[in-house]
């Protein structure tokens, strides 16, 4: 039986580096996400799920781009609403454009936006994986839901970060 693991976590704005992936605690967070994420192909763990929001989900959809090369994973992306980059700025846009394209299949939750839909992509994710990766520093909001709806479903933890 192959495992699926999902991610949950940070935008920028809740990292300490912001938007600097050149800070040398981006950097390290990378190198043990990708080491991590390698431990887990070892386990037998070739599905992943992500959200594909900004910051550490297109970091977690890079590594895994990188592992390809070893492994025969499957990477699909659960998008929200087909507007969920519209409003960022174009540079990121671009970035998860390219990431889409690495993903074998995009799985569109909802046909526009609307109050509650990341929410709900989060779910759909914990609901669909045994093991959720997070990188997460204990405050409220998404990723904080989206840990405590994995764990009240028994989804093994994997936590990058504090």
């Known amino acids: 039986m192959t495992l699926t693991c999902a991610f949950s976590g940070h935008r920028p ?13 981006c950097l390290a967070l990378k190198i043990q996400m990708e080491r ?20 550490t989900d297109l970091y977690y959809l890079e590594a895994l781009k990188s592992l390809r090369e070893e492994y025969p994973l499957t990477i699909e992306a659960v998008v929200p609403c ?4 519209s409003a960022w700025p174009r540079e990121i846009q671009l970035r998860y454009l390219r990431g889409l394209d690495v993903c ?3 799985i569109v939750l909802e046909e526009r936006y609307s109050d509650g839909c990341m929410l709900r992509r989060n779910r759909y994710m914990v609901e669909h994986a045994d093991i959720l990766m997070t990188v997460f520093d204990g405050s409220p ?4 839901a989206t840990v405590r709806y994995a ?12």
Do not use: F, H, N
């Open 82 to 85: 087909p507007s969920q980059s």
């Open 36 to 55: 991590q994420l390698r431990a887990l192909c070892e386990e037998g763990c070739l599905r992943y799920l992500c959200g594909m929001a900004r910051g």
């Open 151 to 162: 764990r009240s479903r028994g989804l093994r933890i994997v936590s990058l970060w504090r």
């Open 104 to 106: 074998d299949r995009t």
């Open 13 to 25: 704005e809740k990292l300490p580096w912001r938007e600097d992936e050149s800070d040398p605690r």
């Open 141 to 144: 909001g998404g990723t904080a």
